[in-house]
């Protein structure tokens, strides 16, 4: 079942602007993972955020992690046009890697 | 590159008949690969785990003799869409994961299947 929203479920930006979108999740979790994909495409990894950890880095995304409200945020910070795509959150209960996806966020990166 | 692939990338086919979509792992061996479905601008809901040499487990609602999984080796599950009709008409994907490298799961390009 679905356990994770996020919001907003469409973001329209400006290039070089930073872009936020959060998710909630309702169960326990092992880790919490950020997923991109591109219209008709497959997912790309973004990131993965253990339980224990409260903030991850990785190049331009920026993801916290806060597990007593039970929920995440992901920053893009100086959008380009090529991040133009859906963003989704996947939680990992622990329960032999199945994930739950969130139903993710449209951004748009407006050149 | 892609360490996961699926074939076909996209398919049509005529209702009532079965489609056979491929996943493999192309350089890890996958004892356990997932198929999701995802619906037009929807997300992707998890329809079963693939287990290599036993029987795949589905989730609630998803039904086992119209979606047949077969793990057929440490790099390969298929899903064959039995008697397809318009309504399985979606994005198909797998996953796995690639537990000696990382926590994290490899996803396949995904297939489009269109049922007419």
């Known amino acids: 079942s679905q356990q994770g929203e996020e919001d907003p479920q469409a973001l329209s930006i400006q290039e070089g602007e930073n872009a936020t979108m959060n998710c909630s999740y309702k169960t326990s979790i092992n880790n919490l993972q950020w997923y991109r994909q591109n219209s008709g495409r497959g997912l790309v990894h973004l990131i993965l955020i253990r339980s224990n950890e409260r903030e991850k880095h990785s190049g331009r995304l920026r993801v916290t992690l806060d597990t007593s409200k039970k929920s995440s945020s992901l920053l893009i910070t100086a959008s380009r046009a090529a991040d133009t795509a859906s963003y989704f959150c996947?939680?990992?209960?622990?329960?032999?890697?199945?994930?739950?996806f969130g139903k993710g966020t449209l951004l748009t990166v407006n050149p | 590159g892609a360490v996961v692939s699926q074939h076909p990338s996209w398919v049509i086919c005529k209702s009532g008949t079965s489609v056979k979509i491929e996943c493999r792992s192309l350089d890890f061996q996958a004892t356990t690969m997932f198929w999701y479905r995802q619906f037009p601008k929807q997300s992707l809901m998890l329809m079963a785990t693939?287990?290599?040499?036993?029987?795949?487990?589905?989730e609630q609602g998803v039904e086992k003799d119209k979606f047949l999984i077969n793990h057929a080796s440490l790099t390969l599950s298929t899903l064959t869409v039995t008697s397809a009709h318009p309504e399985d008409s979606s994005f198909y994907i797998c996953?796995?994961?690639?537990?000696?490298?990382?926590?994290?799961?490899?996803f396949g390009p995904g297939t489009r299947l269109t049922v007419l």
């Open positions: 693939s287990n290599e040499g036993s029987k795949a487990t589905y």
């Open positions: 996953s796995a994961p690639r537990l000696a490298v990382t926590d994290t799961q490899y």
């Open positions: 996947a939680t990992d209960g622990g329960s032999n890697y199945k994930l739950t």
